[in-house]
């Protein structure tokens, strides 16, 4: 039986009235949608874990000065001391209670996104286990609606088309994608046997604001950008400043104009290339669906172009000011096996491989019927905005010097908290 019928849903969604609480809002995709639904005026809920020295409380608030989101109204956000690994998220039974039986809606973003074997026994728990306790907490809730950010690649090494639906998956390239695989159903699961309304997002691979560049996670797309940058800035030192012994031995030289040659090949497939989309679209996309899907389902949020390679390799040669970057056809590094440097680069980058060669496509009507509707198209990943999102990344070394601009800012958002904290059964655990 379904709990809630959607005009209800709707009403309570225009008048503001919903509460929705969020996990996963410190980190890259839960926090932008946390920024946007307050900005909108809606009541959010955040369940936040303390990191080291910082309480729940102190590390919204960096994030909500890293956001600059002076305009926000305060008094609709509330900030909640969890975690997830634990059956009652880490409440005393009556705030668990208390808070479950104030929540309207639902939206889960907290995940492991680490591709790493190495790293199972973390990505399961964090994927599948701590979902449990949360879907737990969900079916306790007065919630009407759950919203789960999957990923496109819960499809695991499916080729061809994508369907926006649930389908079956056996064969996975890494313990993301099958743990997301899993948790999708876990999800359908218990919101069918509750009554939950439930829409399943799945984004492909976000980068940052394409207006600004802005980001504070500098993995995926990134990744192997920085690493060239790295092999740049390593190689280029050692020939200017010792003699240039460990560059030559790597095929790295100085060209005739003064440019440094990078021979980095990279493997391609005919139509291959990257789903990229930049994290401004992914929230517009997300609000969207989730203002006008009232009944649930599953949806796209992915590029209808692929990015090739062949594009990457030029902006980021343009970009370093490098030569010797390519993308070279299928089976090229079985007849011309990688180079010192290229096998040190796919040591590093490897794990990226796959999807900088996908060929598949994802479908998206579902998603697309709304985002027409709305006028809402993705941004083309072309070389001003490869260049904007770089040119971030390098500014902040990569976020290491996000953390001083967020410091200067701390003291007036806090005053500024420390005024709406008015609640009167919210927030009992605010840290
Ligand atoms: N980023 C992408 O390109 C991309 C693409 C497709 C799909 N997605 C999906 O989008 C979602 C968000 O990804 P993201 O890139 O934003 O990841 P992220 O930046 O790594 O953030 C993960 C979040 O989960 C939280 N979390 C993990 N374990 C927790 C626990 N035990 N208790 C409470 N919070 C916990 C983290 O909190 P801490 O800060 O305390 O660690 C963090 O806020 C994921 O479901 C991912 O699969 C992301």
Redesign the pocket.
């Known amino acids: 039986m379904i709990r809630i019928s959607p005009e209800r849903i709707s009403e309570m969604r225009n008048s503001r009235s919903s509460r929705i609480l969020i996990?996963?809002?410190?980190?890259?995709?839960?926090?932008h949608l946390a920024v946007e639904l307050l900005r909108k005026g809606y009541r959010v809920l955040l369940?936040?874990?303390p990191?080291k020295n910082l309480s729940a409380g102190e590390?919204a608030e960096r994030l909500l000065n890293w956001f600059e989101a002076d305009e926000i109204d305060f008094a609709n956000l509330r900030v909640i001391q969890?975690?997830?690994?634990d059956p009652l998220?880490?409440l005393d039974p009556q705030t668990y209670g208390d808070v479950a039986s104030e929540v309207d809606e639902i939206i889960?973003?907290?995940?492991?996104?680490s591709f790493s074997e190495r790293k199972r026994a973390l990505v399961e728990k964090?994927?599948v286990a701590?979902l449990r306790n949360f879907l737990a907490f969900a079916a306790r809730s007065r919630c009407s609606f759950f919203h789960y950010?999957?990923?496109?690649?819960a499809a695991g090494k499916r080729q061809g088309r994508c369907p926006e639906e649930m389908t079956e998956a056996r064969e996975f390239t890494n313990v993301?994608e099958e743990t997301?695989h899993i948790a999708e159903r876990l999800a359908k699961n218990t919101c069918d046997e509750e009554g939950i309304r439930l829409n399943i997002y799945?984004?492909?691979?976000?980068?940052g604001n394409s207006r600004n560049g802005r980001t504070f996670?500098f993995?995926?797309i990134y990744y192997p950008l920085r690493t060239m940058f790295m092999l740049k800035e390593v190689y280029d030192r050692d020939i200017r400043e010792n003699g240039g012994d460990r560059a030559r031995a790597m095929g790295i030289f100085i060209d005739e104009k003064g440019r440094l040659h990078l021979p980095i090949r990279l493997e391609t497939l005919p139509y291959g290339g990257i789903n990229l989309i930049p994290v401004d679209f992914f929230v517009e996309a997300f609000l969207s669906i989730m203002e006008e899907a009232v009944e649930g389902g599953i949806f796209h949020i992915v590029n209808p172009r692929l990015k090739p390679l062949k594009d990457l390799a030029e902006y980021a040669e343009r970009f370093l000011g490098v030569k010797g970057i390519e993308a070279v056809p299928p089976g090229t590094f079985s007849t011309f096996p990688r180079n010192g440097l290229e096998t040190l680069f796919e040591n590093c980058v490897g794990a990226y491989g796959p999807y900088m060669k996908d060929e598949r496509v994802f479908e998206s009507a579902g998603s697309d019927a709304i985002l027409r509707k709305r006028g809402i198209t993705c941004p083309e990943f072309d070389y001003p905005t490869f260049s904007r999102c770089l040119k971030y990344a390098v500014e902040t070394d990569w976020g290491k010097n996000l953390g001083n601009k967020e410091e200067r800012r701390t003291s007036s958002i806090q005053h500024r908290m420390e005024e709406n904290k008015t609640g009167p059964t919210w927030p009992r655990r605010m840290g």
Do not use: D, M, Q
């Open positions: 996990t996963g809002a410190t980190g890259f995709l839960g926090s369940l936040v874990r990191l590390r969890g975690n997830l690994e998220l880490g889960h973003c907290a995940s492991a996104t964090s994927n701590n950010v999957s990923t496109a690649y993301y997301k799945r984004p492909s691979i976000v980068y996670r993995n995926a």
